[in-house]
């Protein structure tokens, strides 16, 4: 018998069906060890010697490894092809001998691109041992990542209450986001005219042209800065004579894009699909790992993390095929396609991402996918598919025109754009970020000298605009072009700026928050170096240097650790006023916007000779007067006011409080306050104030007086019950929004607006719930989501909404959903593989206890109990003590 280890359950089931009866194939659920989350973990004095501890699920991995290979005839370890699968392949090899099982056991690596049966049966025979030098890469990537966080965490907890922890490509990628909010702060408009003909030929054929020239000089887009300019021009057109000058055609051609690689391919379906990186992601990984294909289960696609952008000889010609067959011979190009990556620091190491067997029309395979997973096959197809097609001809016509009008003449240009033939258009087109699409429509026969009628003249004002937010697809583009972290990394640290609340997604664009602002700023003001795009960029280029065996891992973290170890020290002495100030600095555009009156921006509004500056307070930084306490002037730190409008202060207020307005039929203050559970709104002041939290995925920004006095009027009658005629009412409670009538509750879908949710629709989840259909609170059970059943047991798996957060089950094991995975987007898929996990853990140690007391006596039942608070009781100090452990933890994945 021969053990193959790879990294997932649905890995492990496709290729145990390809390599049959003599081989057994496991999964190791990724990585099964990792750095502890403690002090030393990563020991510089040592000359950066790790401490590799296995993980809970890790241990049980080990164990079903080690016994399977007993007697076992070799080793095969087939994880993923890259820098991350060679080092789970290493940990599993240390791991197996610290247990001392591997003795005289063969131990052979083998990697393949795609999960095919061909793919796999040729991978075994050409086994090779493990790559040292990407495992040496993967730990210097590891301790650097471990360093920064349990090293800067700290710093940014003690000089930046609020704060969150700081890792390595993160805090880099934050600092683009906040970078760009700042040029769209600072930016000033610019006015500028257009001037457009719309003229016509003698056989009535419409265009416009533009404006481009006048008296022998050009006219550039910005030029007309001026109303009365532009209307002196418009005069003169409108009395001027119009005819062309040339008329040129030139042939051109567009030429198709390469196949997708990791970041492309998430850009991409953000743009089309409106799939988030990590989402996108999580279905390629389906693809990948193997999909069950009219009873065959295979991979559809290859290996998704990836920076190259080649195909297999193969593939290209199995491409060319499905092109001749699908869009006619004209569409195949005489010469195969050859791309190369124009990525920084690329690696191409593997293929692009492209689908196993091109002959599989997303078509045909649609209804073996879900939904989901369908649509993003069909744009790797296409991608795919398009690469190889002929080129797009084009033709281009420019017209010069001249208008005269007595002495002066005036330019104009007219062009147009026909496309000859579509080649690679007829598929598919990539989408565009923030560029207007430049493709222009066919203008009317035209030859020079003719003379042209004027029908009209539009002079239009304009303003330039500040550059755009980020989307994700374009910060992934960003950090691409810059080299900043690599393909496998980018999902997840978008996932950890939103998480961490250092940046919030609005309209699909990336606002960074202030406490991220606030992070940025000190980091560019004690630890600028370590924010710098080229200072990181050079430091992934190095690690890739590690894994192509040219330095050594540990020269490079000597390197590292000499002057950020020094740079750590300095802050140990920072006063808080020094950190103040630089961030007054830096963040003065945004929090201390310009007044227009020629004012000081920072100075106090109450008292009139204090000077405003940043403070920091239990809940995170606010704005506050120098004169404190003698001037209580407060606000927050957002510039912007209740509706987006002027100051929002809050005079003789406290840190953290927003006064919105008064209510009109109290008199009392209304006011926004960041709480320890979150921000609330609350009415007036005393010991029990009216309150009420602001629901999950509300900005607080967005918070005015009328939605706070809404929010506050909670519980509000919504309907009254068709049966009992009692009323149902909508609230927030610890667990969020939900509707009521008397003992039953219901939980209100993200969808639905707790302040604005209709008697219909909250009659039908009270009935629903009542008859057995709903979930959530008390009366009757959740059915969930079902989504299908389990192949090995057949039983239904479904997705409910638990206490603690969403949860699959089958019935009989519940398996909590990961932070990263909502409860509409789980697959039954990704299900199966988080309840297989569940099972192979164990059951929990509540479970356990709750088992073991079951079966005591119950005359025991009493003294038990006085025995176990007395216990408890006395373990409160210690509980205490490890708290900083918690932090720790945190700090050390920050990474």
Not at 383 to 400: F, G, H, K, N
Not at 600 to 623: D, E, M
Request: charged share 30%; hydrophobic share 35%.
């Amino acid at each position: 018998m021969k053990v193959v280890v790879v990294e997932s359950p649905a890995k492990a089931k496709t290729i145990n069906k390809y390599l049959g009866k003599d081989y057994e194939v496991l999964a190791s659920f990724g990585h099964i060890r990792d750095l502890p989350a403690k002090d030393g973990s990563v020991d510089p004095e040592a000359d950066f010697r790790m401490i590799w501890q296995l993980e809970d699920r890790g241990s049980k991995r080990v164990a079903d490894i080690a016994k399977a290979i007993k007697g076992a005839e070799k080793l095969i370890l087939a994880t993923d092809p890259d820098r991350e699968g060679e080092a789970i392949s290493w940990h599993v090899v240390e791991a197996l001998r610290e247990k001392k099982v591997l003795k005289d056991i063969p131990i052979e690596r083998v990697t393949f691109n795609a999960i095919t049966k061909d793919a796999v049966h040729t991978a075994m025979r050409q086994p090779r041992e493990i790559d040292q030098a990407l495992v040496d890469a993967y730990m210097a990537r590891r301790a650097l990542d471990y360093l920064v966080g349990f090293n800067l965490s700290p710093v940014l907890w003690r000089k930046l209450p609020g704060a969150r922890s700081a890792g390595r490509v993160q805090s880099v990628a934050l600092r683009l986001v906040c970078d760009r909010e700042l040029e769209i702060e600072t930016f000033k408009a610019r006015e500028y005219w257009s001037l457009i003909a719309t003229l016509a030929t003698k056989e009535g054929g419409v265009f416009d042209a533009r404006l481009v020239g006048a008296d022998g000089k050009k006219i550039t887009r910005l030029d007309i800065g001026k109303g009365e300019e532009a209307e002196a021009f418009k005069r003169d057109l409108e009395l001027a004579t119009f005819g062309v000058a040339t008329v040129e055609a030139k042939p051109a051609k567009r030429h198709p894009y390469p196949p997708f690689t990791t970041s492309t391919l998430q850009q991409e379906a953000s743009r089309k699909l409106g799939l988030a990186p990590a989402q996108t992601m999580r279905l390629a990984q389906r693809l990948y790992e193997g999909v069950d294909i009219g009873g065959e289960t295979v991979g559809l696609i290859t290996y998704m993390r990836t920076d190259g952008v080649d195909m297999a000889p193969e593939a290209v010609q199995a491409a060319r095929r499905v092109i001749g067959k699908e869009y006619g011979e004209r569409y195949v190009p005489g010469v195969p396609r050859k791309y190369t990556t124009k990525a920084k620091n690329a690696q191409e190491a593997h293929e692009a991402v492209r689908p196993t067997d091109m002959s599989r029309l997303p078509k045909y395979v649609a209804k073996y996918l879900e939904p989901e997973q369908a649509r993003l096959y069909d744009l790797i197809w296409t991608r795919t598919i398009a690469s190889q097609m002929e080129s797009a001809e084009l033709e281009r016509t420019t017209v010069d025109i001249t208008a005269r009008v007595g002495p002066r003449q005036l330019d104009l240009r007219a062009t147009g754009q026909v496309v000859k033939f579509d080649g690679f258009l007829t598929l598919y087109n990539e989408s565009k970020d923030d560029e207007a699409d430049e493709d222009e429509g066919r203008l009317p026969p035209m030859k020079a000298g003719d003379s042209l009628e004027r029908r009209r003249i539009a002079a239009t004002q304009h303003f330039t605009e500040p550059p755009p937010r980020f989307s994700e697809a374009s910060l992934v583009k960003r950090m691409e072009e810059l080299g900043i972290g690599r393909p496998s990394t980018y999902a997840a640290v978008l996932q950890v700026l939103r998480d961490r609340e250092y940046v919030r997604i609005d309209k699909k664009r990336l606002v960074p928050e202030d406490k991220g602002r606030i992070v940025t700023a000190f980091l560019e003001s004690f630890f600028r170096r370590y924010v710098e795009y080229d200072f990181t960029a050079d430091l992934e280029e190095q690690l890739d240097r590690v894994s192509n065996h040219e330095i050594d891992w540990k020269q490079v973290m000597r390197d590292f650790w000499r002057d950020f170890s020094a740079a750590i020290a300095e802050t140990k002495e920072l006063r808080t006023t020094e950190v103040l100030e630089s961030l007054n600095e830096l963040l003065g555009p945004h929090i201390f916007p310009d007044k227009g009156d020629g004012s000081s921006p920072r100075g106090c509004p109450t008292c009139g000779t204090g000077q405003l500056s940043l403070k920091l307070g239990k809940f995170g930084a606010f704005i506050g007067c120098s004169n404190y306490p003698e001037c209580k002037y407060t606000r927050q730190l957002a510039a912007t006011g209740v509706n987006g409008e002027g100051d929002a202060t809050s005079e003789g207020g406290q840190p953290g409080v927003k006064v919105l307005g008064d209510d009109p039929d109290t008199g009392q203050q209304v006011t926004l306050r960041d709480g320890r559970f979150g921000p609330f709104v609350q009415l007036g002041e005393g010991e029990k104030p009216k309150r009420s939290s602001i629901p999950k995925g509300t900005s607080p920004s967005s918070v005015d007086l009328e939605k706070a006095l809404k929010l506050l009027a909670l519980p509000r009658t919504v309907a009254m019950h068709p049966e009992s005629g009692e009323p149902i009412l909508a609230n927030i409670g610890r667990y969020g929004p939900y509707v009521q009538h008397g003992k039953t509750y219901a939980n209100i879908g993200k969808d639905d607006d707790v302040l604005e949710i209709g008697a219909n629709r909250a009659i039908d989840l009270i009935i629903a719930k009542e008859s057995g259909a709903g979930g959530g609170r008390r009366g009757a059970a959740d059915p969930g989501r079902p989504l299908g059943d389990d192949p090995t047991s057949g039983k239904p798996i479904v997705v409910k909404a638990g206490r603690f957060g969403p949860y699959v089950t089958d019935g009989e094991t519940n398996a909590t959903l990961p932070r990263a995975v909502s409860a509409e987007a789980v697959t039954l898929a990704e299900a199966i593989e988080l309840l297989v996990a569940r099972r192979a853990a164990g059951p929990s140690k509540k479970a356990r206890g709750r088992k073991t007391a079951t079966k005591k006596p119950a005359a025991a039942k009493k003294p038990a109990a006085k025995k176990t608070a007395t216990k408890t009781a006395a373990k409160k100090p210690a509980a205490k003590k490890a708290a900083p452990k918690k932090a720790s933890k945190k700090a050390a994945k920050a990474g």
